[in-house]
């Protein structure tokens, strides 16, 4: 039954050791989203894909990449990871766009540490 | 700009209420709220559009209030499972890059002692 999926649950990786984390849904949702929750924080959105239209946050730092194949997946790549990148990352889906009034499904996230 | 929530954190006992309130500057479009338990991802509880509306499902009910870009969210006889950390996400009126996208206030934590 689980609708949006992320994995690992649970990364860690070494400062500047690039790392990717995945996201897929079975919603056949238009939006996805990537956002990053430090501890004690709101979620922060990082970018947003309307189908494959991709948007960027403008304080989104460069070392954050993302892709999405298709619409049931969607990666984040860090490519140098720094100690200040340690956070929850979640996913988040939706049908619709900008004031339609639709809910964001989030994914139970990834913890990723950097050591 | 991120709205902003009070009270910062509310501890109750089982059976009473709580009012959590969000105060955004900017002309919203929209209001979500969330709670999200330690380590879990946030869950959907409502969205409130531009129109001044009240929703309400089971013992949790927000209204918006559009004129003054605020969103009060009213637990009622709370219960344990209540706990955890409330997000109000605004959206913006359309026009411009933010259209569409939610920035969530700081969160309000809600303790329920038995």
């Known amino acids: 039954d689980a609708m949006v999926i992320q994995n690992p649950r649970y990364q860690v990786t070494q400062f500047g050791k690039p790392v990717t984390l995945s996201c897929s849904q079975t919603?056949?949702?238009?939006?996805m989203y990537w956002y990053q929750q430090k501890s004690s924080q709101a979620p922060k959105l990082l970018f947003h894909?309307?189908?494959?239209?991709?948007?960027n946050e403008a304080d989104t730092p460069d070392n954050f990449q993302s892709r999405r194949p298709n619409t049931s997946f969607c990666f984040l790549d860090i490519r140098s990871p720094g100690l200040g990148d340690a956070a929850m990352y979640l996913c988040?889906?939706?049908?619709?766009?900008?004031?339609?009034?639709?809910?964001?499904?989030f994914g139970p996230g990834t913890r990723l540490t950097v050591t | 700009q991120q709205p902003v929530q009070s009270p910062q954190a509310v501890i109750l006992r089982e059976g009473e209420d709580a009012v959590i309130n969000c105060s955004s500057s900017?002309?919203?479009?929209?209001v979500h709220w969330y709670r999200q338990k330690h380590g879990e991802a946030p869950v959907f509880l409502m969205i409130l559009l531009k129109g001044g509306e009240q929703k309400g499902h089971d013992k949790i009910s927000a209204s918006f209030n559009e004129k003054k870009q605020q969103s009060s969210l009213y637990l009622t006889a709370s219960q344990l499972s209540y706990s955890g950390t409330y997000f109000c996400?605004?959206?913006?009126?359309?026009?411009?890059?933010?259209?569409?996208?939610?920035?969530f206030g700081q969160g309000t934590i809600l303790t329920v002692h038995p």
């Open positions: 919603l056949n949702h238009n939006v």
């Open positions: 988040a889906t939706s049908r619709g766009w900008g004031g339609s009034g639709y809910e964001q499904y």
């Open positions: 894909y309307y189908d494959k239209d991709f948007n």
């Open positions: 900017k002309a919203l479009y929209s």
């Open positions: 996400g605004t959206e913006k009126v359309a026009g411009g890059t933010s259209y569409g996208k939610l920035t």
